[in-house]
């Protein structure tokens, strides 16, 4: 008789670059190992009302956004409802939508109400992965790396292009983990002013020229001369890089951040085996651009882990939360201790 045990979780991913909602069925069996398989997966794109509604809501007063929390649950368990049809999971494992992430205040915000997510679904629901780290002193960033670990352990790093660039970074037996750059945030934005989602293939940026003296401060930014822990923010994008880029011509603004991105993440990867995931894998300029500043051998998987790896990922903190096993360690978040964050809502 078989000792092995199996979850099936559906995993909700709502980056900061806001490309959508990601959704996917994954299926995880214990045995010596983790192992694990997305069986169905899909993106459903924001509306322009929900788009404007998130970019905006870190402006609004704390009783807006606490209705526009409860609304957004509503929102993607609509969504998940329409998304599961007749297939059943365990439970959900929801990241929610970032708001405010400022763990030097002790304090971090996605949104997207669990209870209202289980209300809806009539699904067990886990939610708000990172507030628990974050009250323990750590940066409550990245998460994945857990995740990293035990599903893909035959690479020394891993590294998501998403929002912002971020590394898992195996070591005898442990993993360190921190946000290394900015990424679709700044170039989905840049790509906003040229009447564009995003720059297909990086072929805007490939046409760009590059502006020395930009790229020079971009690469001197405090940011980068700090150790880890450490973890970016739509807070410090504001602060340090959108004053950088005003008034520059956006395809030399795309070009000449491709080669910044490139450089930072080149420092990271000396020899060994990277795999990349996340929407920036399918900027080819970009990735012809990492691979000329690093000396590891690149892997790119096949498309749905690189698009739905972060969604697989939370749903394995969710089985780990579920377990009561750590899914947060304080060598990647700088936390008083590891821990296992989630709040779980039942129905």
Known sequence: ???????????????????????????????ENWEFKIEKSDTFKYSKLWKSTLVNLHTLN?????????????????KINTFLGNEKVDFIASHGHTIFHQPENNYTLQ???????????????INDFRSLDVLLNGQGAPLVPIGDLHLFPDYKYCINLGGFANISIKNEGGITAFDICPANIIMNEVCKNLGKEYDNNGDIAKKGKLIPELLQNLNQLSFYKEIPPKSLSREWVEKFINPLIQN?????????????????????????????????????????????????????????????????????LG????????????????????????????I
């Open 248 to 316: 520059q011509k956006h395809e030399d603004t795309l070009h000449t951040f491709c080669e910044h991105i490139a450089f930072q993440i080149g420092k990271h990867l000396e020899n060994e085996t990277a795999i990349f995931t996340g929407g920036g894998v399918l900027n080819l300029y970009l990735m012809e651009r990492i691979k000329h500043y690093s000396s590891s051998e690149i892997i790119i998987p096949n498309h749905t882990i690189i698009n739905f790896k972060e969604a697989l990922l939370f749903g394995f």
């Open 1 to 31: 008789m078989s000792n092995n045990i199996k979850y099936r979780v559906l995993g909700v991913m709502s980056g900061t670059s806001l490309d959508g909602i990601d959704l996917a069925i994954c299926t995880f069996i214990k045995k």
């Open 319 to 346: 089985v780990l939360r579920l377990r009561n096993e750590i899914n947060c360690l304080k060598s990647v978040t700088g936390a008083n201790r590891d821990n296992c964050g989630g709040i779980i809502h039942q």
């Open 62 to 78: 704390k009783e807006l956004i606490e209705e526009t929390n409860i609304k957004y649950g509503a929102f993607l368990g609509e």
């Open 111 to 125: 949104i997207g109400d669990g209870k209202t997510i289980a209300k809806t679904t009539g699904i067990t629901t």
